[in-house]
């Protein structure tokens, strides 16, 4: 069920109603968050459903044995191993199998299993793993409630997209009651809306230039290469992080606070403080359970640069089975070196002003070749269109809309840029915050595609 879908119009208010209804029971209000969460998720594929439900009861499980018993590090691991080889089976099996069976020249058909790949089983899994980890530390409690559990791994906003949660701040939300705050819900839909702007008006007007261009690079000259390769940085923005803005404003509505998952990651003066900006919940997760414990930057220079590449490398293959992800990780890596080389890795991120411009523009233009590299089929397709960018022809140009509906997201971010979302600095006068809403909520029916346009992300 897509979050612009008609479908998702009628749910979102019936969900809410029954919800709010059963406020003064809690465990029933979980429960019925849960079925939901559950026919929202299996609106895709009902079969989705025995994978998620099996990785919530394998990580409440472990978390009890890990409270009960002396193998604590057992119950860890094995929950581990289990869901990461769940992950491992439908997202890379056939992509490893089919590259050894290449390597020892046979053929690779009956090796492999063609698996469907599960809606967002990367962010399900991790979310679900950080539970047990942090269990396992200590930093918080194993929980007996099993219905506030299952909702917390499912919870259907932030489900298939993220932002990926901690339990420590998610799982005590569902373990007490919650109160309807009216502007609590009023500014979740101002988000909404304003997430629903950058992915049905931004993102989807670009991927239409960028589909076509990216189906056919040979066909066009270099101008209209790098033009699509620009809109392609703009659609995963407006794409992804207006997921992340429909599913934190949609997690008010009932009560519950999601952390902020992107902040104005084009307006970043470097690439590491890009990464400190884009999907921040990944990237602070893969920060906390992997860089950290490997010894982070503790242990001097050479230790630094080779956590960086494990974690980039790692990041690569969380997006995806496929040559070109590993690469855009490891041209990350190369980004990050001279920063780490020179100190200048860790530097606080502060406000920027407008004389950051020029490296503001330089990361832009970093970030979108690694884009390229992002958006391609395979490695050779990559390398094709970078060098086709050099070349003069056909020029290809983009419909009307989308440069003045860029202009307008990015000039709205950019006056916003200290708020947790643009609308939160709405003028106080109620006539003119309504001529703004109105004009948005008409702009997004009028773009509304006749085929539905899922999420980037929902294929990782």
């Known amino acids: 069920m897509l979050f612009g879908s008609i479908e998702f119009a009628v749910f979102l208010p019936v969900v809410f109603a029954i919800y709010w209804l059963l406020r003064r029971r809690l465990q029933w209000q979980n429960l019925f968050l849960v079925l939901a969460s559950y026919v929202f998720y299996g609106w895709w594929n009902w079969r ?6 099996f990785t919530s009861a394998c990580s409440y499980a472990s978390g009890l044995l890990m409270q009960r018993s002396e193998r604590r590090k057992t119950a860890l ?86 932002p990926i949660e901690r339990a420590s701040s998610l799982l005590p939300q ?23 702007f950058k992915k049905m008006v931004v993102a989807d007007s670009c991927a239409v230039y960028v589909d076509q261009v990216f189906g056919a690079p040979q066909n066009y000259g270099g101008a209209t290469l790098a033009m699509a390769a620009v809109l392609f940085s703009i659609q995963i923005y407006g794409d992804f992080s207006g997921y992340s803005d ?13 952390r902020r998952n992107f902040n104005v990651p ?77 100190g200048r890795n860790r ?10 411009m020029p490296r503001m523009l330089l ?40 440069l003045p ?16 979302h643009p609308f939160r600095r709405l003028p106080r006068c109620r006539w003119v915050r309504w001529m703004v809403y109105i004009f948005l909520i008409f702009i997004i029916v009028a773009f509304m595609q006749t085929d539905e346009m899922p999420f980037i992300y929902f294929q990782f």
């Not at 992509?95 to 063609?114: D, I, N, V």
């Not at 990367?122 to 299952?150: E, H, P």
């Not at 429909?246 to 999601?258: E, M, Q, T």
């Not at 391609?376 to 989308?402: I, R, T």
């Open 77 to 162: 691991w094995g929950n581990v191993a289990v869901n990461l080889l769940i992950l491992g089976v439908f997202k890379y099996y056939d992509f490893f199998a089919s590259e050894l069976a290449t390597l020892l020249g046979l053929p690779a058909e009956g090796w492999l299993l063609h698996l469907v790949l599960p809606v967002g089983i990367s962010f399900y899994t991790f979310q679900a793993l950080s539970y047990s980890i942090d269990v396992y530390k200590g930093k918080v409690a194993a929980t007996r409630n099993v219905v506030a559990f299952f909702a917390y791994v499912s919870f259907f906003p932030q489900l298939v997209a993220g």
């Open 405 to 420: 509906s860029i202009g307008l997201m990015m000039v709205v971010e950019w006056l916003n840029r200290r708020c947790s």
């Open 363 to 402: 990361t832009f233009v970093l970030a979108t070749l690694g884009w390229v590299i992002f958006r391609s089929p395979s490695l050779p397709f990559a390398m094709q269109y970078v060098v086709g960018m050099a070349h003069a022809g056909q020029w290809l140009q983009p419909e009307l809309v989308v």
């Open 246 to 258: 429909i599913a934190i404003g949609c997690a008010k509505l009932f009560g519950i606070r999601l």
């Open 174 to 196: 569902f373990e007490r009651g919650r109160t309807f705050h009216r502007r609590m819900a009023a500014d979740g839909m101002r988000q909404m809306l304003w997430g629903l």
């Open 48 to 53: 989705f459903l025995l994978l998620i439900a």
């Open 266 to 342: 084009y307006f970043a003066r470097d690439v590491a403080e890009f990464w400190r900006r884009w999907h921040i919940s990944l990237t602070t997760w893969f920060r906390d359970y992997v860089y950290i414990p490997m010894g982070g930057s503790r242990e001097g220079r050479w230790h630094t640069v080779r956590n960086t590449f494990v974690i980039f490398l790692l990041s690569g293959l969380w997006h995806g089975a496929n040559w070109t992800f590993v690469c855009w990780g490891l041209y990350h890596v190369l980004l990050f070196l001279p920063l780490i080389v020179s």
């Open 347 to 356: 530097r606080f991120c502060d406000d920027a002003s407008l004389r950051d």
